[in-house]
């Protein structure tokens, strides 16, 4: 029997707004069962950093997850060698080094056909005429799929996103999941022989010629497109929100004293996008007292950690002088975010200072609130702006 104490939560509450219940487990309860998560959370910042290294205890791999029943066995679901082996193919096409060369100056061609288009306007809803189009074009041109448009890659990620989170099983959401996965391999399908002929710097292109065998270059494109699209698209809309209601803060950047990277780090600190990555107990072990038996659920709460005050003093602050080195909002293991250094070349290098140099006047728009919610993928839903056209 694991003798992790218990901790109850309110779903709804949860969902609102995780961090108060996040912060009496860090102060009280670090390692908890949530009977109504069915799972072990670990809250403390320390704990998850040493714990995600240890893969012999816990294990990425879990069949029966939903991940890997809805969209296929992807490298995030592997251990150890499996898992590198994939990864050493993937990760070229997405390196910090592959995004100066090809992908930064694509994402800017696409910020700026996007924001051409708005300006006249005077105002708009960011995250869904800015952050969705801008995600969705950046992906379809990492992934290799310019074959569809940017609403499709939306809603595909979403409804995967959607699908892998269905715990209480809805009918509904399993069969959105199942149509978004046969799209992605539709679209497969069409550029697959296109790559084939004339290789390019797309993930497609350098799986397929890297020699992955072809289903798992589909499970990982979806891969990629799960992760890739929802939570750059939450990070734009949701540092540009912080920074409209934090104006001192925004002065800071103005004023060349804090630079957009520190910028989208401090958010990503803040209101992590992906707040948590499961994992399973493939061991008997003991952590910080508790023991843990083998099939345990864990929960690596990745937003808790970013507010654990032991590395983040006033940690609730969004403030943009702090240091964020030991932020893990991308992770702490193996696994950590293979997007990395694309989210930051999109958001950081091209969404924030495009947005900020062409929409003269920025502000809220008062009559419609910003709506936010989530606590496995946290961010806000609306964006509504006004500028000076
Ligand atoms: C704001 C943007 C993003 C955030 C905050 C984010 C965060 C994360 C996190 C927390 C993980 C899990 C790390 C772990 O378990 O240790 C992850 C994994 C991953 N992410 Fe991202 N991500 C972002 C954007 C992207 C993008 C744009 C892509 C693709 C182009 C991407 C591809 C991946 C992949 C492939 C993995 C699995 C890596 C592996 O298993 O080795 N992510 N990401």
Known sequence: MSTAPHFDIDAKDFWADPYPALARMRRETPIAFVPQLGST???????????????????????????????GHNM???DGDAHMAERSIFFPAVSPRAVRAH???????????????????????????F???????CLKSVTGLTNIGFSE????????????????????????????????????????PVVRKAPNHSLLSV??????????????????????????????AGTIWALLTHPGQLALVRDGKIGWLAVFEEFARWISPIG???????????????????????????????????????ADRFDLTRDTAKSIAFGAGPHFCAGAAASR????DVALPSVFARLKGLRLDAREPVRIGGWAFRGLFNLPVRWDA
């Open 41 to 71: 959370l670990f809250t403390r910042r320390d704990d998850i950093f040493v714990s995600e290294k240890r893969i012999d205890v816990f294990s990425s791999e879990q069949p029966a997850g939903l991940m890997t029943r809805l969209m």
């Open 76 to 78: 995030m679901r592997k």
């Open 103 to 129: 992908w930064r100056a694509e994402f800017q061609a696409h910020a700026d056909g996007i924001l051409g288009g708005l300006i006249p306007a005077g105002g708009a809803d960011l995250l869904a005429d």
């Open 131 to 137: 952050a969705r189009p801008l995600s969705g074009e």
């Open 153 to 192: 890659m939306d809603a595909w990620s979403q409804g995967m996103i959607d699908g892998i989170a269905n715990y209480s099983g809805d009918p509904a959401v399993e069969a959105r999941c199942r149509a978004a996965t046969a799209g992605i391999d539709a679209a497969i399908d069409d550029m697959l």
């Open 207 to 236: 799986m397929i010629h890297g020699g992955m065998p072809e289903a798992n270059v589909r499970h990982n494109i979806k891969l990629a497109i799960s992760g890739g699209q929802n939570e750059p698209r939450k990070a734009i």
């Open 276 to 314: 948590m990555s499961p994992r399973r107990v493939a061991k008997a072990a003991t952590v910080n007292g508790v023991d843990l038996e083998p099939e345990d659920r864990v929960f690596l709460m990745f937003g808790s950690a970013n507010r654990d005050k032991a590395h983040f003093a006033d």
């Open 345 to 348: 070349a999109m958001i950081a």
